[in-house]
């Protein structure tokens, strides 16, 4: 089977580090067109140049921030007036680490926002150039913590459950418009976020970042780290004709690590 993405253009937000420019990567090598989204211009010019180009495309990027939502949705607004969005990558950095038990209440709100309204608001200005056209893929990168919560990540885990039930619920009232809404939930990945994690837990046991380390692989039947071009290769399936009658899951890409089916 060849995954192939020609004639598509994919919005791919958090497209500077880890996932998401893993992600835009991929789908570029795949053929298809990609829109970058961040809010950092310098590095989004850095990665514009270096997306592969060999199908012909015309790459560009979008300067916006999840940590506004009204600015986003003027940014969108302007984009899909003149661009159909054939694949929408939902994906933006998590919220900070710590117990439940210390978490402020602003922490939920904000990350409410940045996670579960930002994809809404992009969800909402792709839907009706995906339904025009009857082909779609939203695919929203999550975390394996919709199926078993992670320790040490309270708001983020209350947070990803919203996102993953507003996803099922989508998938089901797009799914005859010819449009798919699927969550990848990625383990452990080696992404800065994850070595920042590392960093806070080595300091809060007063262990060595090496033990830490070695304690997370050793809960990984893999015994290592995602790469996150791992990552992208499945967002890649989801988003291309291949997958057409997979819609409303979540797909772990952990090594093996969570307990459940």
């Given at each position: 089977?060849?995954?192939?993405?020609?004639?598509?253009?994919?919005?791919?937000?958090?497209?500077?580090?880890?996932?998401?420019?893993?992600?835009?990567?991929?789908?570029?090598?795949?053929?298809?067109?990609?829109?970058?989204?961040?809010?950092?211009?310098?590095?989004?010019?850095?990665?514009?140049?270096?997306?592969?180009?060999?199908?012909?495309?015309?790459?560009?990027?979008?300067?916006?921030?999840?940590?506004?939502?009204?600015?986003?949705?003027?940014?969108?607004?302007?984009?899909?007036?003149?661009?159909?969005?054939?694949?929408?990558?939902?994906?933006?950095?998590?919220?900070?680490?710590?117990?439940?038990?210390?978490?402020?209440?602003?922490?939920?709100?904000?990350?409410?926002?940045?996670?579960?309204?930002?994809?809404?608001?992009?969800?909402?200005?792709?839907?009706?150039?995906?339904?025009?056209l009857g082909y779609g893929r939203i695919i929203n990168v999550i975390s394996t913590s919709v199926k078993q919560p992670l320790h040490g990540l309270?708001?983020?885990?209350?947070?990803?459950?919203?996102?993953?039930?507003?996803?099922?619920?989508?998938?089901?009232?797009?799914?005859?418009?010819?449009?798919?809404?699927?969550?990848?939930?990625?383990?452990?990945?080696?992404?800065?976020?994850?070595?920042?994690?590392?960093?806070?837990?080595?300091?809060?046991?007063?262990?060595?970042e090496t033990a830490v380390t070695q304690e997370m692989m050793h809960e990984i039947p893999m015994r290592r780290f995602a790469e996150p071009e791992?990552?992208?290769?499945?967002?890649?399936?989801?988003?291309?004709?291949?997958?057409?009658?997979?819609?409303?899951?979540?797909?772990?890409?952990?090594?093996?690590?969570?307990?459940?089916?």
């Amino acid at each position: 089977m060849e995954i192939r993405l020609d004639h598509k253009t994919a919005l791919v937000c958090g497209s500077t580090q880890g996932i998401g420019l893993a992600a835009a990567r991929e789908l570029a090598l795949n053929g298809a067109t990609i829109i970058l989204l961040a809010r950092n211009e310098g590095k989004l010019q850095e990665v514009l140049a270096s997306l592969d180009q060999s199908a012909g495309q015309q790459h560009r990027y979008v300067v916006a921030d999840h940590s506004d939502p009204a600015g986003l949705r003027s940014c969108l607004e302007d984009l899909v007036r003149t661009t159909r969005i054939d694949v929408l990558v939902n994906n933006t950095g998590g919220p900070p680490g710590g117990p439940i038990t210390k978490a402020a209440t602003e922490e939920f709100t904000q990350a409410f926002s940045n996670h579960l309204l930002c994809n809404h608001i992009l969800a909402q200005a792709v839907l009706p150039g995906m339904k025009a056209l009857g082909y779609g893929r939203i695919i929203n990168v999550i975390s394996t913590s919709v199926k078993q919560p992670l320790h040490g990540l309270g708001v983020s885990n209350t947070i990803r459950a919203a996102v993953a039930n507003w996803s099922k619920t989508l998938a089901s009232e797009v799914a005859a418009d010819g449009i798919t809404v699927n969550n990848v939930l990625p383990g452990a990945t080696g992404t800065q976020r994850l070595y920042s994690i590392i960093s806070n837990k080595s300091k809060s046991a007063g262990s060595t970042e090496t033990a830490v380390t070695q304690e997370m692989m050793h809960e990984i039947p893999m015994r290592r780290f995602a790469e996150p071009e791992e990552i992208a290769n499945a967002i890649a399936f989801l988003a291309s004709p291949a997958a057409a009658y997979i819609t409303g899951i979540n797909l772990p890409v952990d090594g093996g690590r969570t307990g459940c089916l």
